[in-house]
C-alpha cells in the first residue's frame, strides 16, 4: 500500500511527524520507507530514485522550507515519474493494488484493458459535461425538468462515459469496493468497507448455494469479497465494459472465476438478460443512483428472483433535512450529480414507493449513517476530508490535490491522454460536494433497503 515519493513531499510539507520544526531535517525514517517503496522498481531506477531523496534531504537541511525548493522537488518527483512511467511495466494485481506508486499514475486511463483510445478521453469527458450543462455554474439550472429527462435519455451513454473516465481513478483512490460505508471508531476504512459488504450478505441470507445477482457490480470488489465469506455463486452486471476486463481478471486472479463472474449489460433490461426467477438473492451496493427509472430497474430485479427472494442495497438518497427550496441545497445537489453520474437524486420515500410499486414487500428501511454525529463513528464523509495518512492519503482533500498536479504534468508532458486532468478536475469537485451533502445532513450514500419478492 505504499504510496511512494510524492506522499513523502507532502508529509514534509504538512506533518509535524516527519518534519522539525526547527531545522527542517527530513526524519530518517520517513528517507527508509521511500526508499523501501522505490525498492519496487529496477535496477536504474533504484539508483536514480535514491539520488532523487538523498537531494530532497540536503535541499530540507539547508532551507526553512522555502517554495521555490518545494517546486524544486516536486519537478524532481515528475522526473522520477516520468522516467518510470517509460520503463515499467503495467500490472493489474488483486491482492497488491493495481495503481500502488506514483508511476502507476501515467496508466490511469491509458493501459492495456483501456477501451477509450488516448485521444478519446477528452472527447468522452466533453460528452459527459455536456449533458450536465450549467453545471456549478447557475444553481437549478441541472435540475429543471428538461435536464434530467436528457439525462435520462441518455442515460446509457452518461453512465458508461463517466465509468471510462472515472474507473481507473477509483481505483486509485478508493479501491476495488467503490462504495461508502458506516466507520466505527476504531476500524479502518477498508475494514468498514467489508463490513458493510458483509452486512449486506447477512440480511439477503446469502448463503454457500445461493444463487446471487449483482446490480451494478462496477470491477467486482463486492462480489469476491462476499463470496469468499459465503462461498455463493454471483453474477455480476455492469453497464461498462472497461469494468467488465478488468473485474473478471481480478476474480481469475482470486481463483474464483468458476463462482464469479461479470457481463456487461443494462441493469434497466434485466428480462432481456436473464431468465425468471434465475437467482436466490440480490444486491446492489449504490449502484441504482445511476437509474433514470427505478421502478424499471426494480421490475427487472424482481423479474429475476425467485418467490420470496430478497433483495438488499444500499442507495444515495437526499435526507429529510434536505430543502428543495433552498439554493445552498440544490448547489449541492446537483454538484453531486455531475460528479457521480446520476441522472437525478431522489428521496428515501420515493425509492420506498418504486420498490413497492415493483413487486416488492420492503421489509427494512433506514439510514446506515444514521450514527454520523455518534461520538463512537467516524462520518462516513471523513475519509474525503480527513487527515494525514500513509495508507489513506490518497482519498484525503490534499492526497486528491497532488493526485491532480500530477495528473496535469503527465497530461502536459503527453504521457497521460488529453482531457486527463479534467476528469481528476471533475472528481475533485464530486468530493468537496459530498463532504459538503454530508455535513449539511441533507445526503446519504448508504440508505440501507432490505425487500423481499412478493
Same mark, same amino acid.
Given at each position: 500500500d505504499s504510496l511512494v515519493i510524492i506522499n513523502v513531499t507532502s508529509a514534509l510539507k504538512y506533518t509535524p511527524l516527519t518534519i522539525n520544526s526547527q531545522n527542517s531535517e527530513i526524519d530518517d525514517s520517513m528517507l527508509d520507507f521511500a526508499k523501501a517503496s522505490l525498492n519496487q522498481t529496477s535496477g536504474q531506477h533504484i539508483i536514480l530514485s535514491t539520488a532523487l531523496l538523498y537531494t530532497a534531504k540536503a535541499s530540507f537541511s539547508q532551507t526553512t522550507g522555502h517554495p521555490l525548493i518545494l517546486g524544486v522537488l516536486a519537478l524532481l518527483i515528475l522526473l522520477h515519474a516520468i522516467i518510470t512511467s517509460i520503463?515499467?511495466?503495467?500490472?493489474?494485481?488483486?491482492?497488491n493494488k493495481t495503481f500502488r506508486t506514483v508511476y502507476d499514475a501515467a496508466s490511469l486511463l491509458s493501459n492495456p484493458d483501456s477501451v477509450l483510445s488516448r485521444g478519446g478521453v477528452r472527447d468522452s469527458i466533453i460528452r459527459y459535461e455536456n449533458l450536465f450543462a450549467g453545471a456549478r455554474r447557475e444553481t437549478g439550472k441541472t435540475s429543471t425538468g428538461n435536464s434530467i429527462q436528457k439525462r435520462a435519455k441518455e442515460y446509457q451513454k452518461m453512465v458508461n462515459n463517466f465509468y471510462d473516465l472515472?474507473?481507473?481513478?477509483?481505483?486509485? +483512490?478508493? *479501491?476495488?469496493?467503490?462504495?461508502?460505508?458506516?466507520?466505527?471508531?476504531?476500524?479502518?476504512?477498508n475494514e468498514s468497507i467489508i463490513r458493510a459488504e458483509h452486512y449486506i450478505a447477512l440480511r439477503?441470507?446469502?448463503q454457500p448455494g445461493s444463487k446471487v445477482l449483482d446490480? +451494478?457490480? *462496477?470491477v467486482g470488489g463486492p462480489m469476491r469479497n462476499i463470496h469468499q465469506l459465503t462461498g455463493a455463486d454471483i453474477t455480476g452486471v455492469t453497464i461498462n465494459q472497461y469494468q467488465v476486463r478488468v473485474?473478471?481478471?481480478y476474480c481469475d486472479q482470486k481463483g474464483f472465476g468458476d463462482k464469479c463472474r461479470i457481463f456487461q449489460g443494462d441493469f434497466q433490461n434485466l428480462p432481456g438478460q436473464f431468465e425468471a426467477e434465475t437467482f436466490d438473492a440480490a444486491y446492489a451496493i449504490e449502484a441504482t443512483c445511476h437509474s433514470p427509472d427505478r421502478r424499471t430497474c426494480f421490475r427487472g430485479i424482481n423479474h429475476c428472483l425467485k418467490r420470496g427472494g430478497l433483495f438488499a442495497a444500499n442507495d444515495w438518497a437526499l435526507l429529510p433535512g434536505y430543502n428543495a427550496r433552498s439554493p445552498d441545497h440544490i448547489r449541492i445537489k446537483e454538484g453531486i450529480e455531475v460528479g457521480n453520474g446520476l441522472p437525478t437524486l431522489v428521496t428515501i420515500e420515493t425509492i420506498v414507493g418504486?420498490?413497492?410499486a415493483s413487486g416488492f414487500e420492503v421489509v427494512d428501511v433506514f439510514d446506515a449513517n444514521k450514527g454520523v454525529n455518534s461520538e463512537y463513528e467516524i462520518p462516513w464523509y471523513y475519509t474525503l476530508n480527513g487527515s494525514f495518512t500513509l495508507k489513506g492519503f490518497r482519498m484525503t482533500r490534499l492526497g486528491r490535490t497532488c493526485t491532480h498536479a500530477l495528473v496535469s504534468c503527465l497530461e502536459f508532458f503527453k504521457?497521460?491522454?488529453k482531457g486527463s486532468a479534467?476528469?481528476?478536475?471533475l472528481l475533485n469537485a464530486a468530493a468537496l460536494d459530498l463532504v459538503e451533502g454530508g455535513r449539511k445532513g441533507v445526503f446519504t450514500p448508504c440508505l440501507f433497503i432490505l425487500a423481499r419478492k412478493k
Open positions: 520503463f515499467s511495466t503495467f500490472k493489474r494485481d488483486v491482492h472515472v474507473t481507473d481513478f477509483y481505483e486509485w +483512490g478508493w *479501491g476495488q469496493s467503490f462504495h461508502f460505508a458506516p466507520r466505527k471508531k476504531g476500524e479502518s476504512f439477503a441470507n446469502i446490480v +451494478g457490480c *462496477g473485474g473478471n481478471q418504486d420498490l413497492e504521457i497521460a491522454p479534467r476528469v481528476s478536475a
